[in-house]
């Protein structure tokens, strides 16, 4: 079975774009999940996506959004971007959502704010 | 607010040694505790405790929980460098589904 993807790895942008970045999860899997990966704050929730439906949401500025498809990618978007947006995201698959379950992790995005 | 505590925050050991990581959380709805090991990018999952003093074991590598004392520790016996990484606990809860991850343990094993 294929692995979590994200596209792109890198990604390099200024201050004021905008930039999405994709998931595509597990074959079979329904919830997505994205974390924001900075070296001062650890891995922070961004929000959590069940078909198609956001479950639930961290403390993160209405500049983070997100959707997911009826084949169960899932996109994260950061408007107006900030230098300290500058962080490595992770999104990581599950097959279902409200209860326990293993989180798969794809390899990230890289994205430089500058 | 829900929040998971992980220390200590690095370590540094000689190939050989045993070490302990802990993981104290607070979470309302508390579901299951995660552990992953985070090398260079993607954490990868280790074990997942959902019941208290019910020990995992993965080879060298071995969890329990502590649901009245609210931690868990994680276990590497006999370490080697390979097991130098970042690792990472985390609590799931119920209801929705929000996993709140700790800041991590750097481990660094000497040869």
């Known amino acids: 079975k294929a692995g979590v993807t994200q596209t792109p790895r890198y990604l390099i942008k200024t201050r004021g774009q905008q930039v999405t970045l994709s998931c595509s999860p597990i074959?079979?899997?329904?919830?997505v999940s994205w974390y924001q990966q900075t070296p001062g704050q650890g891995l922070q929730f961004l929000f959590e996506y069940f078909s198609e439906t956001q479950r639930n949401k961290g403390n993160f500025p209405g500049r983070f959004s997100g959707r997911q498809f009826s084949n169960s990618r899932s996109e994260m978007n950061v408007s107006t971007l900030e230098l300290g947006d500058s962080a490595l995201y992770l999104c990581?698959?599950?097959?279902?959502?409200?209860?326990?379950?293993?989180?798969?992790f794809g390899p990230g995005t890289r994205l430089t704010v500058l | 607010e829900d929040k998971v505590v992980q220390s200590p925050l690095s370590l540094v050991v000689h190939e050989g040694d045993t070490v302990t990581l802990n993981c104290s959380y607070e979470?309302?709805?508390?579901?299951?505790l995660l552990w992953y090991k985070q090398e260079k990018k993607a954490p990868t999952f280790l074990f997942m405790l959902?019941?208290?003093?019910i020990e995992k074991k993965s080879g060298r590598l071995s969890s329990i929980l502590d649901k009245k004392e609210l931690f868990s520790i994680l276990n590497i016996t006999a370490t080697q460098t390979g097991d130098s990484a970042i690792y990472l606990c985390?609590?799931?809860?119920?209801?929705?589904?929000?996993?709140?991850f700790g800041a991590g343990t750097r481990l660094f094993v000497k040869a």
């Open positions: 074959s079979g899997h329904r919830s």
């Open positions: 979470v309302t709805n508390f579901r299951s």
């Open positions: 985390a609590a799931q809860n119920t209801g929705g589904f929000k996993t709140i």
């Open positions: 959902t019941s208290s003093g």
């Open positions: 990581a698959s599950s097959l279902t959502s409200g209860i326990p379950d293993t989180q798969y």
